[in-house]
């Protein structure tokens, strides 16, 4: 973006110190203005105003917003199976995107495997759904950035066998479906992870027994970690950051449409909107893991 600014003619006669001063401090106060206006563009804080490539055009035109997520079924009791949700945070976060496109909204929650498949055959026009899996990026493009942006924890048994880090190697590490933290446990310590359908099935798994240790953003842990029924777990092996992005992806060939996208991620950190769902998932995920404790199960 641009901006010129008109100024007067210059004066015949040499300005005056007070002259002088005012025109430099008019100049500064230009100078931050532009400056202010570039931060804006920069934080995506202008989103009505930048263009939309094919993709969102469609969306626009068509007046609704497809977007795949992740979906899962709550726990509830053995004998009442609930049918799989989207997932609240990545929902969240669509929610958001058509809100600023002024568009409806449809949520399409998908399994992992079928979310590369619906967006190349557009069933959808974008996947918020946390990183993809290895080798599900063919023809997709993913817009620079990161909507998981905490930092991870795992956690163990106080008596199991995994206490410390290094016994982590050749472990088995749950964590829930699209989590960054499966690819940093398996870099940074030679883990195995193993992937639920979501966050709150990897923590019954885990609890379960079928894994020796829980990889998870480190504001969920913390608060279980503080209940009781979490008193025979110990934390460890913290600051995990994700080797890869939980990245809005769309159909390649787009990169108007993608600049949009990643301009929603600059603006989502800077005014909170990130911060604010991370804190609402946090919240929903203990609420979830307490039934739980009550006797509720996480069906498959």
Known sequence: MSESTALSPPSPRTP?????????????????????????????????????????????????????????????????????????????LARDLARSLGVGLE?????????????????????????????????????????????????????GRVQDAPALRGARVCVGEGSGYAGAVALRYGAEPRSYPSSVHAVSAFMAGECAALAEDAEVLERLL????????????????????????????????RDYLAAALRRWRADGTLAQARGARAGNLQFEITLLKDGFVCHS
């Open 107 to 159: 949520l399409v929650g998908l399994d992992a495997a079928d979310q590369g498949a619906a967006l190349r055959a557009g069933r959808v026009d974008l996947l918020v759904a946390g990183v993809p899996a290895q080798g599900a990026t063919q023809g997709i493009d993913a817009a620079p950035g990161s909507y998981d942006t905490g930092s991870g924890l795992v956690v163990a048994l106080r008596k």
């Open 226 to 257: 503080k209940n009781d029924e979490w008193r025979f777990y110990k934390p460890f092996a913290s600051g995990l950051r994700p080797p890869s992005d939980a990245a809005i992806r769309l159909p390649e060939g787009d990169a108007v449409s």
């Open 16 to 92: 005056s110190r007070k002259r002088r001063f005012l025109l430099e401090g008019a100049s500064l106060a230009a100078a931050v203005a532009v400056a202010g206006l570039g931060a804006s563009w920069a934080s995506g804080g202008r989103l009505d105003a930048l263009p939309k490539g094919p993709v969102l055009a469609k969306a626009i035109e068509r007046g609704t917003l497809r977007v795949g997520v992740r979906r899962y079924p709550r726990p509830a009791p053995a004998d009442a199976p609930t049918p799989p949700e989207p997932d609240a945070f990545d929902a969240s």
